[in-house]
């Protein structure tokens, strides 16, 4: 009768561990365009051997649900790898992205991870020490905004910036009126705009406030009409071809809808004074997009500006979606007017302007710009802003390489030819497809929404979500749904993109509008929504 020796078993049982991590290693490797030298470190050997059915079912027990999961209701992706506008699943799958506006100069670019790991293997810390790449970082961004702004704090993240910015303007305010720091400060925000999920930034996200049973909008913010020309309380009539083929025709009528929206703004601001509160601020976003690409119309900013200063509030511009050049004609979307042709320096200048997710293009490091007088109040209220983590050398250095590339990319001017591309083939494609009721926005923030009858607007919500996730399964196209009614295509892509990525996209789109959806009436209804 044999018998087996102990040694001899651990010895195979040693050899087939080894074997096994060097299969994955240089599966994972070779998918990654990595194969060679390259090794795992050994802390992150586990994670990287997990099957991909344990990743989803640890993810399911130990992280809230509230934390969704894009295209859980066609199968979650199991994202492995990025390449400028591609994304990589464990499997070798290539999809493209039109929707990560995070990656601003494209996923895995060798330029900034060279940059991230130079400074990680020298020294990560906190903003309390002296470091090159802080105060240049600051004094790059400062320079890319009109005077005075020109100080900066910096955050980890959109929603901390907006909720310091917030903090900026109460501070202001009581320090230009120390009688009334016992009064509660009013805030003006937009409907359907998304500001944040701080206690702070969730207070002005209407976005937020439509959603479930945990927020409300709280008395001291005022929330006033989206200025949305197309499905909005007041409407540009004019088909799309017609608003960018004969901008001249429509200016006064945009005008006249301007100054509809901004007298709300302008009511709130008279109705706060007269009951005797206090007005620290008017926050809105330069492009709202998870209201579905909402471009405020040619001069509603400066009549809600001057609005809100006559009564002594401060205007914030939130710039963490649309920041950093995405909309072609200016670095910041505050400078935009859906007229076009303008100075972006001859636009009315934030009081304070947050900026934040493609900053680091893809490390957490986002930004608060304000003038000097603000920040000087701010000093004078006597407490310490410290944040641990907000513009560490390393995040610095992510946010130097982005700068860097995007200038020496020329990423801005791509973003506006390759979008005016991307618009013009949608606008082909719209007099086509009746499901496609506007495409707006410019540059690289576009958005498509779909309608079931162009004359009535109403929202072709099911046939959205099954666009979507039929992009995503079929063509392995990722797109983003935004929208009150969850029927926009909100378009907004690492600015690398090409017209290539534009052509293949359109086509795809196409694709399923004119094959997969006409045939699709019975998934309509039994498809979940997609979470994207």
């Given at each position: 009768m044999s018998t087996t020796n102990p040694m001899a078993a651990l010895a195979f049982a040693v050899t087939a561990i080894a074997t096994r991590q060097y299969i994955i290693r240089r599966s994972l490797y070779r998918s990654?365009?990595?194969?060679?030298?390259?090794?795992?470190?050994?802390?992150?050997?586990?994670?990287?051997s997990l099957k991909p059915e344990?990743?989803?079912?640890?993810?399911?027990?130990?992280?809230?649900?509230?934390?969704?999961?894009?295209y859980a209701n066609t199968g979650a992706l199991h994202i492995h790898h990025g390449k400028g506008t591609r994304l990589f699943d464990i499997h070798g799958n290539s999809y493209l992205d039109t929707r990560n506006n995070v990656a601003h100069c494209g996923h895995n670019h060798p330029e900034i991870v060279k940059a991230i790991k130079y400074q990680v293997e020298k020294l990560n810390t906190n903003t309390r020490y002296l470091?090159?790449?802080?105060?240049?970082?600051?004094?790059?961004?400062?320079?890319?905004?009109?005077?005075?702004?020109?100080?900066?704090?910096?955050?980890?993240?959109?929603?901390?910036?907006?909720?310091?910015?917030?903090?900026?303007?109460?501070?202001?305010?009581?320090?230009?009126?120390p009688n009334e720091r016992s009064t509660k400060h009013h805030v003006i925000a937009i409907d359907h705009a998304y500001h944040g999920h701080t206690?702070?930034?969730?207070?002005?996200?209407?976005?937020?406030?439509?959603?479930?049973?945990?927020?409300?909008?709280?008395?001291?913010?005022?929330?006033?009409?989206?200025?949305?020309?197309?499905?909005?309380?007041?409407?540009?009539?004019?088909?799309?071809e017609e608003i960018h083929g004969?901008?001249?025709?429509?200016?006064?009528?945009?005008?006249?809808?301007?100054?509809?929206?901004?007298?709300?703004?302008?009511?709130?601001?008279?109705?706060?004074?007269?009951?005797?509160?206090?007005?620290?601020?008017?926050?809105?976003?330069?492009?709202?997009?998870v209201a579905g690409v909402i471009l405020p119309p040619k001069s509603y900013l400066k009549r809600c500006a001057d609005a809100v200063r006559k009564a002594g509030g401060l205007y914030i511009a939130d710039e963490v979606q649309t920041g950093f050049g995405r909309l072609g004609t200016c670095m910041w979307a505050f400078q935009?007017?859906?007229?076009?042709?303008?100075?972006?320096?001859?636009?009315?200048?934030?009081?304070?302007?947050?900026?934040?997710?493609?900053?680091?293009?893809?490390?957490?490091?986002?930004?608060?710009?304000?003038?000097?007088?603000?920040?000087?109040?701010?000093?004078?209220?006597?407490?310490?802003?410290?944040?641990?983590?907000?513009?560490?050398?390393?995040?610095?250095?992510?946010?130097?390489?982005?700068?860097?590339?995007?200038?020496?990319?020329?990423?801005?001017e791509n973003a506006l030819i390759a979008g005016n591309y991307l618009r013009d083939l949608f606008l082909?494609?719209?007099?086509?497809?009746?499901?496609?009721?506007?495409?707006?926005?410019?540059?690289?923030?576009?958005?498509?929404?779909?309608?079931?009858?162009?004359?009535?607007?109403?929202?072709?919500?099911?046939?959205?979500?099954?666009?979507?996730?039929?992009?995503?399964?079929?063509?392995?196209?990722?797109?983003?749904?935004?929208?009150?009614?969850e029927n926009v295509i909100v378009v907004k892509p690492p600015m690398c993109f090409t017209k290539a990525d534009v052509r293949e996209f359109v086509s795809c789109f196409e694709k399923v509008l004119a094959t997969d959806l006409p045939s699709a009436s019975h998934k309509l209804i039994q498809m979940e929504r997609t979470p994207t």
């Open positions: 990654a365009g990595k194969e060679g030298t390259n090794s795992i470190p050994i802390s992150l050997l586990e994670a990287c344990q990743v989803e079912n640890d993810r399911s027990s130990h992280i809230s649900k509230s934390c969704s999961v894009s470091h090159p790449n802080v105060s240049l970082l600051a004094n790059k961004l400062a320079d890319l905004f009109p005077s005075p702004l020109e100080v900066v704090f910096f955050v980890n993240s959109g929603s901390e910036a907006n909720d310091l910015a917030l903090r900026l303007a109460r501070s202001f305010k009581c320090a230009q009126s206690l702070a930034a969730l207070d002005v996200s209407p976005y937020k406030h439509h959603q479930g049973r945990e927020m409300k909008c709280p008395a001291y913010v005022r929330i006033v009409p989206c200025p949305d020309l197309y499905r909005g309380m007041h409407s540009l009539s004019v088909p799309d004969n901008i001249d025709q429509v200016n006064s009528m945009i005008e006249n809808i301007a100054a509809k929206y901004a007298s709300y703004v302008e009511t709130a601001c008279d109705e706060i004074v007269a009951e005797g509160n206090s007005l620290s601020a008017f926050i809105i976003e330069g492009g709202m997009s935009h007017s859906i007229n076009g042709g303008e100075n972006p320096n001859d636009c009315v200048v934030p009081d304070i302007v947050t900026v934040g997710k493609p900053f680091g293009n893809g490390m957490p490091l986002a930004a608060v710009v304000t003038t000097r007088q603000i920040a000087s109040s701010f000093e004078s209220m006597g407490v310490e802003y410290f944040n641990t983590f907000g513009g560490n050398p390393v995040c610095c250095a992510a946010g130097l390489a982005m700068l860097h590339v995007l200038s020496s990319e020329r990423l801005q082909e494609l719209q007099s086509r497809q009746p499901l496609i009721g506007s495409v707006r926005g410019s540059g690289l923030f576009i958005g498509i929404e779909l309608v079931r009858d162009r004359a009535t607007q109403e929202p072709a919500t099911e046939e959205t979500s099954f666009l979507c996730s039929t992009l995503k399964e079929k063509y392995r196209v990722l797109t983003s749904v935004d929208g009150y009614h």
